[in-house]
């Protein structure tokens, strides 16, 4: 899933400017509001009985601005997957070099290659280092035991 989502923001990185920053700051994404609510026109709502999700009707009879909305979208996916997918962790590669179907990163820069191999060794050495602790750590704590057994029984 992970080289789909990059290649798709490549893809969206090529089509914005900078100008386009600007469209990326309005988008909050603590909200369900759509980045779009100020293009089209709504029915005014009645009364809300309960507290759940805004049920809001769109008004079919007011015409709706499509100028640049291609543009728009393409702007709003582009930072919702920079939000959502955060690229700058060396941890995201993992998964990718660890899949069969995409161990070898060809969708990932050469650096990225490496920073994830990288990344892996790293895991893998801490990893191995934690276990070679825990099974000597759990080995003195049986074999002091042992001797605590067999200096009660040579007593009684």
């Known amino acids: 899933m992970f080289p789909s989502i990059l290649v798709l923001i490549q893809n969206l990185a090529s089509s914005t400017s900078s100008s386009d920053e600007e469209l990326n700051d ?13 293009d089209i026109g709504f029915i005014a709502a009645q009364e809300e009985e309960e ?31 920079l939000h959502y997918w955060d690229l700058s962790d060396g941890e995201v590669f993992l998964a990718c070099l660890l899949d069969p179907k995409c161990k070898k990163l060809r969708f990932a820069t050469i650096s990225q290659r ?22 000597t750590s759990f080995t003195k704590y049986f074999s002091s035991n042992e001797n605590q057994n067999n200096q009660r029984s040579q007593i009684y």
């Open 51 to 81: 507290e759940g999700p805004k049920k809001r009707k769109i008004s079919i009879n007011t015409p709706t601005n499509t100028a640049n909305m291609r543009h728009k979208i393409k702007n709003a996916l582009y930072s919702a997957l």
């Open 114 to 135: 490496r920073e994830a191999e990288a990344t892996l060794h790293t895991k893998y050495n801490d990893a191995k280092s934690l276990y070679q602790f825990s099974i």
């Open 26 to 38: 309005e988008i909050d994404f603590e909200t369900d509001d759509s980045a779009f609510d100020e």
